[in-house]
């Protein structure tokens, strides 16, 4: 069974701090990959997603993920947070089709003005 | 742009109570999903319909039922609520029929239980 891990659950950085959260999933085969995002209060949205290609994507708000298959990792990262960026984000993969969506545990992140 | 409408949003219940909570879309989206999201844990998924007529248990679909009333709706039934049961559930759609490869996934705001 494909398994998702997020090693950091809660994470404090002040405005201008770089952000790197990791992920890391546990399927040797072709997988589709995602960041989706909760803004207190809200329901999730996504962030960026990863089928093929460039491994380097980037999503919305800054936001960009590198995709390296040696290390099964998606890690997220932005350059330079804002206290908007507060809130919880998951990493989900599916490793092909007739699979579940697998989410990771989530990294609660606090953007400090 | 409605997207995917969960009701209600909180609901309070004792022990053994039943409820259903309901889930619409007006994407036109061919399947849907229901998952519970406890702390740490991420969303796991309990039941998702891949098409109208068609439902199939996810990760953890002990103690819930569900009917997909039609290509908009899709209702989770709890008939015998448990304290274990306390969590906030989110409905999903997305365009693809079925668990594809290339499903992206629309999230409703989500419903705050807690079962006393």
């Known amino acids: 069974a494909q398994s998702v891990s997020q090693h950091n659950h809660h994470v404090i950085l002040s405005e201008a701090a770089s952000l790197e959260l990791g992920c890391n999933y546990s399927y040797g085969g072709t997988v589709n990959l995602f960041w989706y995002v909760q803004y207190p209060g809200q329901h999730l949205q996504l962030l960026l997603k990863y089928f093929s290609g460039d491994p380097l994507v980037k999503g919305i708000k800054g936001f960009e993920a590198e995709f390296i298959k040696s290390k099964f990792s998606f890690n997220l990262r932005k350059p330079s947070v804002q206290w908007s960026d507060t809130a919880e984000y998951f990493c989900a993969v599916n490793a092909g089709a007739g699979n579940m969506l697998t989410f990771g545990g989530g990294t609660r992140l606090m953007v400090k003005p | 742009n409605a997207g995917v409408t969960q009701t209600p949003k909180f609901q309070v219940l004792k022990t053994g109570q039943s409820m259903t909570l309901q889930c619409a879309q007006d994407?036109?989206?061919?399947?849907m999903y229901w998952y519970r999201q406890d702390p740490g844990m991420g969303l796991r998924l309990i039941y998702y319909s891949a098409s109208e007529g068609t439902t199939d248990k996810g990760e953890v679909p002990n103690g819930y039922n569900v009917s997909r009333l039609n290509k908009r709706e899709f209702s989770l039934r709890l008939e015998s609520a448990a304290p274990s049961q306390t969590s906030v559930y989110f409905c999903a759609s997305s365009s693809q029929q079925g668990l594809g490869t290339k499903n992206i996934q629309y999230f409703g705001a989500g419903t705050r239980l807690s079962v006393l």
């Open positions: 994407m036109n989206h061919n399947s």
